[in-house]
């Protein structure tokens, strides 16, 4: 698995095709879309971009997201997960969007324990913070 942080509108999803790209892939990646995308959906992917949506939805439905996402990776080893970094921000006043920028920061240190490769995506330039280099 690959993982792609970063702030907001940083260039993370792009970076993530031109890795998907430089793996040796001709054909458009299939991409699960955290704002709506299944739990089968994610098993099947190539790129699962925006999971922090993901994140805020399943707290929302209140389901057991450490599971989901074990689930997910053990099935799709190969996923290029494309998080964001919530951490460095001002603190939410509202008690709801701390609980989930602790969870996402959470669940993206385990994506990150998990990775074979990371990358801290800057102004659309990414930079490997862990693993062997792919782009």
Known sequence: MIVLTGGAFSGKSLCAREIYRSLGHEEEPVVAEGA??????CKKADIWDHFPL???RGMKEERDLAAELEEILDQNPDLIVVTQELGCGLV???ASERAFREKNGRLSCDLAARA???YLVTCGLPRQIKGQKTV
């Open 36 to 41: 709506d995308c299944t739990l089968e959906e």
């Open 54 to 56: 993901w994140v805020k």
């Open 92 to 94: 939410p006043v509202d």
């Open 116 to 118: 074979e490769e990371v």
